[in-house]
């Protein structure tokens, strides 16, 4: 950003980039104006919330009957 004089950018991450996209955002706030997600994929521990209601959710309704 830098070498072309921005000082502030919107950030646009696909997929996996998303990740990184909010790391340098965090790392560099006053140069990201905002992010964009295309189809983002973030991590999710193995231990968050989220994931025993999904778990909960399939067993509950994953059955032929």
Known sequence: MEATGTFQAVVV???AAAN???WFAAQHPEKVKG???IGPSAAIPIDH???AISARFEEQYSSDG
Request: no cysteine; charged share 15%.
């Open 13 to 15: 991450a696909f997929s």
């Open 20 to 22: 990184w996209a909010v």
């Open 35 to 37: 992010i964009g997600f």
């Open 49 to 51: 919330p989220e994931r």
